[in-house]
């Protein structure tokens, strides 16, 4: 699914292991959600590689609900980080609501290995096997659906992001 840009802006290629996503325009949000399956408490992980232009997002999705919206995990090549809660607006149209924004200098250049814990009204995002915090999430509420990555180019086009592996448990 992709927010923003054109219709063939986004091309998602699964190949050799990995998941690449090439976001071929600026201001283009592309997530790619596991559809066959709904999680109530879960934890995703993924090593993500953000690739050497210093800008953009990679991250990860829990409780994705086309009608209800999602939680959104992202990193970004300056060291910092967001949880966000997404919701469609309309097809293509998405609305993002920060629930936190700060800095890691867990965040590395190139391939990071990252996780979201989503149990109960608990948020726990990781960066390389550190965890940065815990965010009880009680305006923005989802119980359960979907888990997935996402992708964004902000003002950097072409931009790619591969995601080497996904791994989905019990937190």
């Known amino acids: 699914m992709q927010a923003g840009g054109g219709s063939d ?16 325009a600026a201001n ?6 596991y559809e066959p399956h709904t999680y109530t408490d879960v934890r995703v992980d993924a090593q993500v590689d953000l690739g050497t232009s210093g800008e953009g997002a990679a991250g990860l999705i829990c409780r ?8 959104e995990f992202n990193i970004y090549a300056d060291n910092t ?13 998405a609305r993002y609501t920060p629930l936190v924004i700060s800095e890691s200098e867990a965040i590395r250049p190139g391939a990071n290995e990252i996780g979201l814990t989503c149990e109960g009204d ?6 390389n096997g550190v965890q940065i ?3 009880q999430e009680t305006v923005h509420v989802l119980n359960e659906g979907q888990v997935g990555v996402s992708a964004a180019s902000f003002e950097t086009a072409p931009l790619v992001i591969v995601v080497d592996w996904v791994r989905v448990g019990n937190p």
Do not use: K, M, N
């Open 122 to 127: 608990v948020l726990t995002p990781y960066i």
């Open 64 to 71: 994705h609900d086309r009608a209800a919206g999602w939680y």
């Open 28 to 33: 283009l949000w592309a997530l790619a959600v």
């Open 133 to 135: 915090r815990r965010r």
């Open 81 to 93: 980080y967001a949880i966000l809660f997404g919701q469609w607006l309309a097809e293509g149209v």
């Open 9 to 24: 802006a986004l091309e998602a290629d699964a190949g050799d292991g990995s998941l690449r996503l090439s976001l071929a």
